[in-house]
T-cell receptor, first 111, second 113 residues
């Protein structure tokens, strides 16, 4: 069966520091991968999606970037965090029109 | 511009009664709708979906109704159980599946014993 791993679960970072969140999927190959964010009082907002290695599409302009160095690995990064980057970050995957499957998320607090 | 709206941030019901969660959308291109359930400190989990060619889909205690003319869908939970207490997200896609889902803000359901 397929599983999705996302870490860390919580993270507190100062403004201006870098960020790297990692997500891996097991039990499948060539999934579509996604990064979503839930900011306080808002719904889940799609940040990035990827249909293959090295293929990244950005949905909203922002201070973040994403990379997919391997088929089942998706990384969310920032060179310098802003206060507005605080939120709950979720990685997800789907394949062959299956429902979107989410990881357990990372709670990021930028101080 | 919020394309998927869940206007009730919270809902409280008694155990055994019906829970009705509502969702409205503005994009007429949406053709696939899903409900997700989220417990604290966990990612959302898929609950039930409906295609725009249907107006009802049922799975055990959960039923989703779609009214395309009103651009409205609802999730019915009967009977409600305390374990159903969670945040419920409505989501929609214009691509016929789970690609690039647009989510609402969620409704927090509390089922009281």
């Amino acid at each position: 069966s397929q599983t999705i791993h996302q870490w860390p679960a919580t993270l507190v970072q100062p403004v201006g520091s870098p960020l790297s969140l990692e997500c891996t999927v097991e039990g499948t190959s060539n999934p579509n991968l996604y990064w979503y964010r839930q900011a306080a009082g808002r719904g889940l907002q799609l940040l990035f999606y990827s249909v293959g290695i090295g293929q990244i599409s950005s949905e909203v302009p922002q201070n973040l970037s994403a990379s997919r160095p391997q088929d089942r690995q998706f990384i969310l990064s920032s060179k310098k965090l802003l206060l507005s980057d605080s939120g709950f970050y979720l990685c997800a995957w789907t394949q062959n029109n299956s429902p979107l499957h989410f990881g357990n998320g990372t709670r990021l607090t930028v101080t | 511009d919020q394309q998927v709206k869940q206007n009730s941030p919270s809902l409280s019901v008694q155990e055994g009664r019906i829970s009705i969660l509502n969702c409205d959308y503005t994009n007429s291109m949406f053709d696939y709708f899903l409900w997700y359930k989220k417990y604290p400190a966990e990612g959302p989990t898929f609950l039930i979906s409906i295609s725009s060619i249907k107006d009802k889909n049922e799975d055990g205690r959960f039923t989703v109704f779609l009214n395309k003319s009103a651009k409205h869908l609802s999730l019915h939970i009967v009977p409600s159980q305390p374990g159903d207490s969670a945040v419920y997200f409505c989501a929609a896609s214009a691509l016929g599946g789970s690609e690039k889902l647009v989510f609402g803000k969620g409704t927090k359901l509390t089922v009281n014993p």
